[in-house]
């Protein structure tokens, strides 16, 4: 497939293509479920076995920035980066919450 063919599928300028390939830019976290759905599986791996890889996980399937996934369920950008992170320990009423959203797709 040529670069011009991919770029229209995920919809994007060629430009972003040839950036992607040669390591010059990295894909915004926004174009990430298209990119999914184009490569057809995820070329992320995550450890869903622990809260900070499954937030991770939910975030790149959904294309959230850590400001966006924050503005939906009421934290910090900031506080969402610790959380993945692991640098900072959540109460268990946040493990709670964070728990029970990421079993649904977030609001449009």
Known sequence: MSQAAAARSLGVVEDC?????NYRSQPKISYYPRIVLFLGYSPWQFDTSTLEGRLKEYRYRYGLSYKKFGTIFGMDAAHVRKLEEGSTVPLRK???KLE???TIPPPE
Do not use: F
């Open 100 to 102: 029970q959203l990421l």
């Open 94 to 96: 946040t493990i709670a």
């Open 17 to 21: 293509i040839t950036y992607w390939e």
